[in-house]
């Protein structure tokens, strides 16, 4: 396609997303399920509202009607928003393997979350292992998109090892609330959840992005959205 063909061809049409709808047995007997069963098919009718109320473009918390022309819609809030992307390496690469025993897919997972908004910049904070060789990984990161962030494990007195990104992480987000409309956390870490309110306080939006197996409770209540990762979002090798 030539240049004059793009300048005078049309926007594409967002087409709306075909919706399976769950399959409910209202006659199930729940009596004899243990807990981990009711509490799985608890955090299944869950999902499925908030997935709801996407798709009849009210807010996924509360199922309010925005106040800014559609959540979701095409050109509407969601495709005017810029975006920041904060990435807990550590803790998505556990999640991954302890799941599915794979590796997640860096670039789908951005896709993902981000969607048709716009990216400002996107973090992702890196453990560096002695004797562990990273720089393909990192030169990944970097050709997704990534600024990466890295830090060295520290040695204690007592012989402990220890590294942490989550403070900085907050830091981070912090610098970066008054910049941006919407903050999203790669992350299942509850610990974020106490930062939320202060970047909320700033004005922005905050979503978590996560595998729902490791997503905290406290994060998933805390944030405005979240974006459950899956097997579509894994490398497709190991």
Partial sequence: MTPSETADSEAPVVQPQEYEWPLID???EVEGLERDDLEEKYLDLKDEVWRLRRMLNLEPADGQIP???GFASAGGFLKRQSCAVFVDVQNMYHSAKKTYGRNLSYAKM???CVRNRRL???NAYVIDRDGIEQTGFTDHLHYCGFQVRKRSVIERQDGSRKAEWELAIAMDMMMAAEKVDTIIIVSGNGVFADVIPML?????KVEACAFRESLS???REAVD???LLGEDHLYDGV
């Fill in 67 to 69: 106040s800014n022309g």
């Fill in 120 to 122: 400002t910049h996107a």
């Fill in 225 to 227: 959205w979240f974006h």
């Fill in 26 to 28: 209202l006659n199930e």
């Fill in 217 to 219: 409770d406290v994060l």
């Fill in 110 to 112: 951005l896709r993902a």
């Fill in 200 to 204: 909320k306080a700033k004005g922005c």
